[in-house]
Structures are given as structure tokens and as C-alpha cells.
């Protein structure tokens, strides 16, 4: 159990819709970053957000965007959906400062047809 | 752009048996994690080094610095370990997220 919780767990889309995945993390987690897992792949590094903003970004187009919350939820968003955005998408999230150890949530399975 | 090689990819072994797992980077960092990931996706952290040696259970991490390489040892292996083993770095500032190789698949028989 590490605190970090994403939703939803699985879901479809069709090429050209939008898709927003959630993750809620520990109380005073204010970092946290979001990665892209293809199958049978290392995750790729997405965004980060600390405090609310973007201070981070790894090489994904603008069509991948995010939001961080006060309460130390955070959103994925990505527009524009095309068939390589089928994916895992894990949501890490940990206490101020960057070498610290990572919470990770289970992840958002994302297919796209 | 660090680059981050583990080895080896696939590994089966007999249940008892001591497991080795290896990661080189190829610039410096601020940080190596090992983490573990289990069929269903979730990742969870085992360790996150900067220097030296931690132990945890029948786990232990090393990193050299000098040589760009840790090493990922379970002792007494058990079925239960059988997962997807990844080292993951993070380089100089810490909001260059991580580098993740690309995984080791052990499977530990009975």
C-alpha cells in the first residue's frame, strides 16, 4: 500500500477523443511526476509538478498536458488521442525534495482503437 | 540524456538461489532507485541510493559511483520474488524526472 491512488484502472478510447487520468497522493506529497509504460518497455518520464506547477517536462508533445490540486491530486490530460498513446500510465508521487523514495500508484491502462 | 542498461533481461532460478542484478548509467546522478513491479502494473520502491550499500530483508542494493554501476542481490530467493526488477536514475536536478532501464524479468521456481 503505498497511498497513491489512480483512476480509473482501465479504459478505451478511440483516436482523436481526450482522456483525463486521475492520481491522489499522500498529504504533503507536493511533487509528483507522471510516466508512460508501453508494453514490455521501461516507464518514459512525462511532467513533473511541484507545488502546483510544471518544473519538469520529459520529451512528450504539448498535446500531454497536467494540473496539480492544493490537495495533492493531480490530473493527466491528453488530447488528441493516437494508437501509440496505449499505454501505462503511472503516477509517482514524494515529500519535498528530489532525492527522496517514490510512491508510485497502480497505474491507468489506457487503450486506444 | 542518461542512458540506463540493466542486465540481465530475463532471469530464471531455482528457489534458494542467489540472484544478481545489474544497472549501468552513463553520466552522473543524483539518485538510483531499484524498484519492483508485479504483473498487475504497480511499482513499488525498494531502494534509492546515492552511496554505498542498503539492506532490507533478504534485498541488498551497491552502487559504485566512480563506475557508473549498482547491483540489485537477493539472497534465499522465493517464488513470491518473481517480478520485473527496474533501475531508474535521476540526473543532477531533481526535475528531470527518471530514467528507467528497460526492466529485468526474474521468475524463481519452486
Known amino acids: 500500500e503505498t497511498g497513491v491512488t489512480q483512476s480509473p484502472t482501465h479504459l478505451i478510447k478511440t483516436r482523436g477523443q481526450q482522456v483525463t487520468l486521475r492520481c491522489s497522493s499522500q498529504?504533503?506529497?507536493?511533487?509528483v511526476s507522471w510516466y508512460q509504460q508501453a508494453l514490455g518497455q521501461g516507464p518514459q518520464f512525462i511532467f513533473q509538478?511541484?507545488?502546483?506547477?510544471?518544473?519538469g517536462r520529459g520529451n512528450f508533445p504539448p498535446r500531454f498536458s497536467g494540473l496539480q490540486f492544493p490537495n495533492y491530486s493531480s490530473e493527466l490530460n491528453v488530447n488528441a488521442l493516437e494508437l501509440d498513446d496505449s499505454a501505462l500510465y503511472l503516477c509517482?508521487?514524494?515529500?519535498?525534495?528530489?532525492?527522496?523514495?517514490?510512491?508510485f500508484g497502480e497505474g491507468s491502462r489506457l487503450t486506444v482503437l | 540524456k542518461n542512458e540506463v542498461e540493466q542486465s540481465p533481461q530475463n532471469l530464471t532460478a531455482q528457489e534458494g538461489e542467489f540472484i544478481t542484478i545489474n544497472c549501468s548509467y552513463s553520466?552522473?546522478?543524483?539518485?538510483l532507485h531499484w524498484l519492483q513491479q508485479h504483473p498487475g502494473g504497480g511499482i513499488v520502491s525498494l531502494f534509492m541510493?546515492?552511496?554505498g550499500k542498503k539492506k532490507h530483508g533478504r534485498l541488498i542494493a551497491t552502487i559504485n559511483i566512480q563506475e557508473k554501476h549498482s547491483s540489485l542481490h537477493i539472497t534465499a530467493s522465493h517464488p513470491r520474488d518473481s517480478a520485473v526488477y527496474i533501475c531508474?536514475?535521476?540526473?543532477?536536478?531533481?526535475?528531470?524526472?527518471?530514467?528507467f532501464g528497460k526492466g529485468t524479468h526474474l521468475i524463481i521456481q519452486p
Open positions: 553520466v552522473g546522478i543524483s539518485a
Open positions: 509538478y511541484y507545488r502546483e506547477e510544471e518544473n
Open positions: 498529504s504533503g506529497h507536493n511533487t
Open positions: 531508474a536514475v535521476r540526473s543532477g536536478g531533481g526535475a528531470d524526472g527518471l530514467t
Open positions: 541510493l546515492s552511496s
Open positions: 509517482a508521487s514524494n515529500l519535498p525534495g528530489y532525492t527522496g523514495e517514490l510512491f
